[in-house]
């Protein structure tokens, strides 16, 4: 089975400073690892990915992301967060082991950046 | 290239009507799915159509169907309404590589549905 917890619900900082947004997932077999953003009455827009390789992703709009398989995390971050940055993310996880399986979402954090 | 469309994107509809929701996914993509988005109980998984057959299915009751047509284009109905079924439903689209689901998800914005 595959699962992912976001176990923030949100997450303040002020503009400027550095963002980090957690994820855990649980997977039988090797992970693959998504970052979605969401703004106010939009769809999901696709931030990164991690598939197998280097442990440190880079990603659209300046965010990166660690994966961590010993601690099995996959947290999204940012040097220095922007007011615009303020959204719902989302982290995403499908187990290799089963590739025809759905992608699973976690619960998402809403980050509050303050002017 | 045009990205996930959604019809119609708001919709106010009583309990017991019935709904159709459409998405046209991007061109090329084969694989299109359904999320229900609702405050209480985040992303929940529909279903997967690929070359008009159903991959994968979420855990909601029989009320709620897709179908997916030849030129990949899918809807979702959802019959005898229910005030919890309101929520936003968010159509994706991918591409496969050899029938595997290794890459995102392309979104469209979604359909709200209003149930009274």
């Known amino acids: 089975a595959q699962s992912v917890a976001q176990p923030e619900d949100q997450v303040n900082v002020a503009e400027g400073n550095p963002l980090t947004v957690k994820c855990t997932y649980s997977v039988s077999g090797n992970p693959y690892l998504f970052w979605y953003v969401q703004y106010p009455n939009r769809g999901l827009q696709f931030l990164l990915k991690?598939?197998?390789?280097?442990?440190l992703v880079k990603g659209s709009y300046g965010f990166e992301a660690e994966f961590n398989k010993s601690q099995t995390s996959f947290h999204l971050k940012k040097p220095s967060a922007l007011v615009s940055d303020s959204a719902l993310y989302f982290c995403a996880v499908r187990d290799e082991d089963e590739g025809r399986r759905a992608l699973t979402f976690g619960s998402g954090t809403r980050l509050q950046v303050q002017p | 290239k045009a990205g996930v469309t959604q019809t119609p994107r708001y919709l106010i509809k009583t309990r017991g009507q019935q709904v159709t929701l459409s998405c046209s996914p991007i061109?090329?993509?084969?694989?299109v799915s359904w999320y229900q988005q609702t405050p209480g109980q985040g992303l929940q998984f529909l279903f997967e159509?690929?070359?008009?057959?159903?991959?994968n299915k979420g855990n909601f009751p029989g009320r709620f169907s897709g179908r997916q047509f030849s030129n990949s284009r899918s809807e979702m109905n959802v019959s005898t309404l229910e005030l919890g079924d309101s929520a936003l439903y968010l159509c994706?689209?991918?591409?496969?590589?050899?029938?595997?689901?290794?890459?995102?998800?392309?979104f469209g914005e979604g359909s709200r549905l209003t149930v009274l």
């Open positions: 159509y690929f070359s008009e057959t159903q991959r």
């Open positions: 994706a689209s991918s591409l496969l590589a050899g029938g595997l689901n290794t890459g995102e998800l392309f």
């Open positions: 991690y598939i197998t390789g280097d442990n």
């Open positions: 061109s090329g993509h084969r694989s």
